[in-house]
């Protein structure tokens, strides 16, 4: 992908899956959720994750593709690749996970309570590294050695989950991946959504560059991550399913 751009895949196109929601009566997963996707397969109890072949490089992977100049979203744009590389038209799905995009008005409500709690877990993770810090400074001074101990903030914020916006369904991407691109050195992002597909439905036709390069393969849920030539599209499956079943999806 050219330099500075970003790709998107659909986590249910690249995760798309056979689901259902859960009735209230039927209980949902313990936490809040992401993606695989949810669709209406012939039989209730088939949850798969559509995977496409690569017949060119003989490997599984996620569909994916580069966004059009002028395109509206990402969102869109993994949309219309999933559809390019499988001839599976897809459905956005709304899952509940931690996003930095900011909410509409009126998102929030309740959210107050949340808010606080994570300020507070946050002020207590920079408290338990400075204890840390100054822990191995005088270690480090009994063996003689000399180290400046100053705790910075920004180092206790990566479990603390700081700054995200939590406990709203949405259609953010669940999922980003970036890399150096191998043959162009050039940063390569791939912003990963969640969507529902129905593995009955006949693919459409495909036409253009894509014709014949792809084989759809429909997954068991849990064999997709397994099957995925690259690690990082098994995190994302993984990722996604996790949080659709912490939303409250069957799958």
């Not at 929601?21 to 209730?44: F, I, L, T, Y």
């Not at 017949?55 to 999933?82: I, Y």
């Not at 980003?176 to 191998?182: G, K, L, Q, R, S």
Request: hydrophobic residues 40%; charged residues 25%.
């Amino acid at each position: 992908m050219a330099s500075n751009n970003s790709s998107s895949g659909s986590s249910s196109g690249s995760s798309s899956g056979s689901s259902r929601k859960r009735k209230p009566d039927e209980g949902s997963a313990a936490a809040p959720a992401d993606a695989a996707g949810r669709g209406s397969a012939p039989a209730a109890t088939t949850r798969r994750v559509l995977l496409v072949y690569n017949k060119r490089q003989g490997l599984f992977q996620l569909p994916k593709g580069r966004k059009n100049m002028g395109e509206e979203s990402l969102l869109a744009c993994a949309v219309r690749e999933t559809l390019e590389e499988t001839g599976v038209r897809v459905t956005p799905l709304a899952v509940r996970c931690g996003t930095r995009a900011t909410p509409g008005e009126g998102a929030l409500e309740g959210q107050q309570e949340l808010q606080e709690m994570h300020e507070v877990q946050h002020m207590q993770a920079v408290q338990a590294v400075q204890a840390a810090q100054a822990m191995q400074a005088m270690q480090r001074r009994a063996r003689g050695a000399h180290v400046d101990v100053q705790a910075v903030e920004s180092d206790a914020e990566g479990p603390v989950r700081q700054g995200l916006t939590e406990g709203v369904d949405h259609y953010e991407a669940v999922a980003c991946c970036h890399w150096a691109d191998v043959a162009t050195g050039a940063l390569k992002m791939v912003f990963y959504y969640a969507a529902s597909a129905d593995e009955s439905a006949l693919p459409e036709p495909l036409v253009g560059e894509d014709a014949g390069l792809f084989e759809n393969v429909w997954c068991e849920v849990d064999e997709a991550a397994k099957q995925l030539a690259f690690p990082t599209d098994g995190m994302v499956v993984n990722k996604a399913v996790a949080d659709m079943r912490r939303t409250g999806y069957d799958i």
